[in-house]
């Protein structure tokens, strides 16, 4: 019994692709197959979904912590709102492991946390009561549409990472790209308030040296990101600090800026955050 439950594969690449783009994976050779299964470390998320199986949402998220052996610090927690409908709006450095770590930092003081995140992570069946996924590849669905509205009309906190890719190195520095204007917008809208968060970390110069010769080639495809659960394994036994700002009016957006101003307002507040070390 023990054996044929460590045979259990709750994700596999093959079928993560085939969902994403039928044609696609009917094309892809084997050989490619499995070295993308260790990339991404099938076996050991299997492993840990395995051993965890009846944890769910927080309760995943801190068992998963405490197996990477990562150490969260927060600062300036005083800045979470308790029970206010708010959007967290954070830099991601990591493109994995800050995404756990700022589940888990607000997560202690807020249990009703919800997560916008791209759709292909709603595989990890044990964090799917903290998602709400976003079609990151194509049109999003009628009924994923009516979901983000939903999640943004309701009483929960938001997190968001409004870059919607994980921080490259630009001119030296690791930096998120432009951050979208939708989480302005549906600040606005909801009239939720944003608290900024910054989050200090940085992925291996192999990830950004990819990223780097894939633009390059003129590559379009987001290839490096088939390496963000190695770059988030390699981090095991590591300090994730997380700092929480000021909570930002959602009156203040007014127009004076645009919504991308805003949104670009908004990323320079959590860089200078990030220069307070």
């Known amino acids: 019994m ?4 460590e ?3 709750f994700i596999q690449i093959r079928e993560v692709i085939r969902k994403k783009s039928p044609r696609l994976a009917k094309w892809i050779p084997r050989p490619l197959i499995r070295y993308l299964e260790r990339v991404i470390h099938e076996d050991e998320i299997n492993d840990i979904m395995t051993r965890f199986g009846d944890l769910y949402g927080l309760d995943f998220v801190d068992a998963l912590i405490a197996d990477l052996g990562v150490k969260v610090v927060l ?47 709603m595989n990890i069946r044990n964090l799917e009561p903290l998602f709400i996924p976003v079609n990151k590849v194509g049109g999003q669905a009628k009924s994923g549409i009516m979901a983000i509205e939903q999640a943004y009309a309701s ?31 549906k600040a606005k809208k909801y009239k939720r308030d944003i608290v900024p968060v910054y989050i200090d970390g940085k992925n291996s110069n192999f990830f950004y040296n990819l990223a780097r010769l894939r633009q ?12 963000l659960p190695d770059e988030m394994f390699s981090q095991r036994n590591h300090t994730v600090t997380i700092r929480i ?3 930002i009016p959602y ?27």
């Open 2 to 5: 023990a054996r044929e439950e």
């Open 7 to 9: 045979q259990v594969k």
């Open 75 to 121: 600062e300036d927690a005083e800045n979470i709102p308790i029970d206010d409908s708010v959007i967290f709006a954070s830099n991601h450095p990591l493109g994995g492991l800050d995404g756990i770590a700022i589940m888990q930092a607000i997560g202690r003081y807020r249990r009703d946390v919800k997560f916008l995140v791209n759709d292909i992570l």
């Open 155 to 185: 009483e929960n906190a938001l997190l968001v990472f409004p870059a919607g890719l994980v921080s490259r190195k630009i001119q030296g520095e690791i930096a998120d790209l432009g951050w979208k204007k939708s989480f302005i917008s």
């Open 216 to 227: 390059k080639l003129g590559l379009k495809v987001n290839i490096e990101m088939l390496y």
């Open 245 to 247: 700002g000021k909570r």
């Open 251 to 277: 009156q203040e957006f007014d127009r004076s800026k645009s919504e991308h101003e805003w949104a670009h307002h908004v990323r320079e507040i959590v860089y200078r955050m990030g220069d307070k070390k």
